[in-house]
Nanobody, 125 residues
Framework: QVQLVESGGGSVQAGGSLRLSCAAYTVMRYDMAWFRQTPETEREGVAAIDKDGSTSYADFVKGRFTISRDNAKNTLNLQMNSLKPDDTAMYYC?????????????????????WGQGTQVTVSS
């Protein structure tokens, strides 16, 4: 099975930073992404990196978050800066083994077949 294990979540004050990591041997072979969800909201895409290295970001994180891969450590990372209370959510790592169909936009959950268990991020004001 493809196993994805997130880490790095926690509680921070508004304006602070966190770095999330996802242990995954697929980081260089599959499309990878971060999604987030709260008990009151649907799952939404945050950032994605395709196997060719191309990145996509949701408008609400542009300029604040950076997605990257570390092949030596087999990890997918999300550097989160200037955090806001609205960023509070469970964050999930996702992997897509087939590539994105041309009719799908970036950050579509349909692309991703494998999901981690999630790591909680809480931002206080």
């Amino acid at each position: 099975q493809v196993q994805l294990v997130e880490s790095g979540g926690g509680s921070v004050q508004a304006g602070g930073s966190l770095r999330l990591s996802c242990a995954a041997y697929t980081v260089m072979r599959y499309d990878m992404a971060w999604f987030r969800q709260t008990p009151e909201t649907e799952r939404e895409g945050v950032a994605a990196i395709d196997k060719d290295g191309s990145t996509s970001y949701a408008d609400f994180v542009k300029g604040r978050f950076t997605i990257s891969r570390d092949n030596a450590k087999n990890t997918l990372n999300l550097q989160m800066n200037s955090l806001k209370p609205d960023d509070t959510a469970m964050y999930y790592c996702a992997a897509g083994p087939y590539g994105r169909a041309r009719y799908l936009p970036p950050l579509s959950p349909t692309e991703y077949a494998y999901w981690g268990q999630g790591t909680q991020v809480t931002v206080s004001s």
